[in-house]
C-alpha cells in the first residue's frame, strides 16, 4: 500500500490513498482530462503554482529545514546537502521557473510536418502528450517543480518518487502543487507523490505499464541499472555526468582558467560539472601551475595521472594534489575534486572521452578552428562545447525553460528534455472521402 503520512508526524499530507495501481488509474485518467485544457488554461495552472510557492514560503521551508537536519544527522556529503538544501532564494527560482514555463510556447497541438499527398489527402505529424510519466529521483526537491511544471504544460500527468532524504520538503511542495490545481479547476490527479519510503515501491513502479508510459530516472548510476534492469516500461536515462574540457595548445590559457572554475566550482554538485581537465604537452608546463594555483584558491583537489601529477606536485606547491587511482577518471566527482592528465593532441583527448566518459557535456577550449570541428564532430556526447563552460548543459540555460533531465541516450531526446521531449505524436490524415484503391 502507498500510504498517507500522517500530520501528527509533523509532514504535509498528500491527497492520495491507495495501492500503487490505483495512483495509476487516477493519473490515467487525469492524463485524459489533461489532454482536453487549453494553453491558457495550463499557463494559468503553472501561474497557480508560482504564487502559492511564495505564498508558502514559511511552510516549505519548514520542512526543508527538518529534512536537512535528518541528513546532516545521517552523515550525507556536503554534495547532497546542496542538493537538498532550499532557500528563500532557491524557492523564489522555483516560482520565477514555473512562471518561464508558463511563458513558453506550448508544442501540444502543432504540426511537426504536413504535406499533401498525390491523392489529395494532407497527412501531418501533430504533437501530443506523451501520457503519464514516473519520475524516480534523489536529493532534489526542486526537481519536483521542474517536472509538475513541465508535465502540466505539455499535458501529462506524473507520478513522482523522491528520495527518503527529502520526503517533508516534497510532501510540501507536492500538497502546494496540488492544492493549486484544485483552485483552478484541474485534476489534483495530475501530479501524485509516493510518500512511502519503501523502496519496493521503486520496483512496482517500474513495472505499472498498464498505467504509465514513461519513466524518467534521475540520480546516480545503481537507479539508471535498476531501472534498466526492472522496468517494462520505456525508461529515458541520463544525468550521470563524467564531463571533460580539453584545453588546446592554441587555447587562451587565462581564458580557461575561467571556464574551468566556473565548469567545476560554481555547483560541484550537479551532473555538467567539470570532473576532468585533459591539457594538451605542449602548454602543460606553463599551464598546469596556472591551474594548480587557481584549483588551490578554489579549495579544489586534483588527482593528477603522471607526469601531471609531477608539474602540479613541484610547481603548484599550495595545490592539494593526488596521483589518480584506477578508476578516477571513471568518476562523476560531485564534489570539489577535478582529475587533470596530460595528452598528445586532439586525437588523445578524444580517446580518453570515449575510454571514460558518460557522453552527457564535454568541451575543448581552442584557438584553432580545426581542432575544434574535429572534436566537435567525434564526440557524441547529448552536448558539445567550443570554448564555453560545461555547465551549460542545462534546460533554463538552452532557453527551454526548466527541465526533466539530461537524456544522453540516443532514442527520442537528447540533452536537456524540455517541452517538446515531453510529446510524442499522431498521424493525422485528411481525406475527401477518399478509400485506398
Known sequence: MVMVVEKTVGLPQSKQTGTLERMG??????????????????????????ERLEERMAT????NAQDMAGAEARG?????????????????ALAADTRKVAALPDPVGADIESRLLPNGMRLSKRRIPIGVLGV????????????????????????????????????????????????????????????????????????????VDMIIPRGGAALHKLCREQATIPVITG????????????????RSLDIIENARVQRPSVCNSCDTVLVHRAVARQFLPMLGE??????????????????????????????????DFDQEWMA??????????????????????SEHSDGILTNNIANANRFVEAINSSAVFVNASTRFNDGGQFGLGAEVAVSTQKLHARGPMGLEELTTYKWV??????VRP
Not at 502546494?176 to 520496483?203: H, N
Not at 570539489?336 to 566518459?357: F, M, S
Not at 490524415?429 to 477518399?434: R, S
Open 429 to 434: 490524415c485528411i481525406g475527401n472521402w477518399d
Open 239 to 254: 544525468g550521470i555526468g563524467v564531463c571533460h574540457l580539453f584545453v588546446d595548445e592554441s587555447a587562451d590559457l587565462v
Open 60 to 63: 516549505i521551508l519548514a520542512a
Open 76 to 92: 550525507l556529503s556536503s554534495a547532497l546537502l546542496d542538493r537538498l538544501l532550499l532557500t528563500e532564494a532557491r524557492v523564489h
Open 136 to 211: 524516480i529521483y534523489e536529493a532534489r526537491p526542486n526537481v519536483t517543480i521542474d517536472i509538475a511544471a513541465l508535465s502540466l504544460k505539455t499535458g501529462n500527468a506524473v507520478i513522482l518518487r523522491g528520495g527518503s532524504e527529502t520526503l517533508r520538503s516534497n510532501l510540501a511542495l507536492v500538497e502546494t502543487i496540488q492544492d493549486a490545481l484544485e483552485a483552478v479547476g484541474f485534476p489534483v490527479d495530475a501530479v501524485q507523490y509516493i510518500d512511502s519510503p519503501d523502496r519496493a515501491l521503486v520496483t512496482q513502479l517500474l513495472r505499472l505499464d498498464a498505467y
Open 336 to 357: 570539489l575534486i577535478l582529475g587533470v592528465k596530460i595528452v598528445d593532441n586532439v586525437e588523445e583527448a578524444i580517446q580518453h572521452i570515449y575510454d571514460h566518459g
Open 294 to 327: 587557481r584549483m588551490a584558491r578554489c579549495k579544489v583537489e586534483m588527482r593528477a595521472a603522471g607526469e601531471a601529477f609531477a608539474l602540479l606536485r613541484e610547481h603548484a606547491p599550495g595545490a592539494v594534489v593526488l596521483e589518480a587511482g584506477p578508476d
Open 25 to 50: 488509474q487516477r493519473a490515467r485518467a487525469a492524463s485524459r482530462r489533461l489532454a482536453a485544457f487549453s494553453t491558457d488554461a495550463k499557463n494559468a495552472a503553472l501561474l497557480a503554482i508560482a
